[in-house]
Nanobody, 122 residues
Framework: VQLQASGGGLVQAGDSLRISCAAS??????MGWFRRAPGKEREFVGA????????YYADSVKGRFTISRDNADNTMYLSMNRLKPEDTALYYC??????????????????WGQGTQVTVSS
């Protein structure tokens, strides 16, 4: 499976941005977004189970970020609204072959994209 993340950029605080992750290859069970801010460890942002569309989010982004997907194109999107400077990070998409209820663990995911940079200026 290959994951290609794209759509990052430089925006101002309060702006919106949508990043995408295109997946190619075998059938997947779930996809997720993680991010790594400068000087910090990578953290969970959100995830979606592909069979039922259920989504889950970190508390820090709940109500501002939304995950959607296009099953026909095997593409996952992360729509980010009311962006804050603390959202600045390298955003990674990830994919899991098998079901796990631990969608927030990096170890759940088998495949990772290269990351797309999101920078929010104050």
């Amino acid at each position: 499976v290959q994951l290609q993340a794209s759509g990052g950029g430089l925006v101002q605080a309060g702006d919106s941005l949508r990043i995408s992750c295109a997946a190619s290859g075998r059938t997947l069970n779930a996809m997720g977004w993680f991010r790594r801010a400068p000087g910090k460890e990578r953290e969970f942002v959100g995830a979606v189970y592909l069979n039922n569309g259920r989504t889950y989010y970190a508390d820090s982004v709940k109500g501002r970020f939304t995950i959607s997907r296009d099953n026909a194109d095997n593409t996952m999107y992360l729509s980010m609204n009311r962006l804050k400077p603390e959202d600045t990070a390298l955003y990674y998409c990830a994919a899991a072959r098998l079901y796990s209820r631990h969608y927030y663990y990096e170890s759940t995911y088998d495949y990772w994209g290269q990351g797309t940079q999101v920078t929010v200026s104050s």
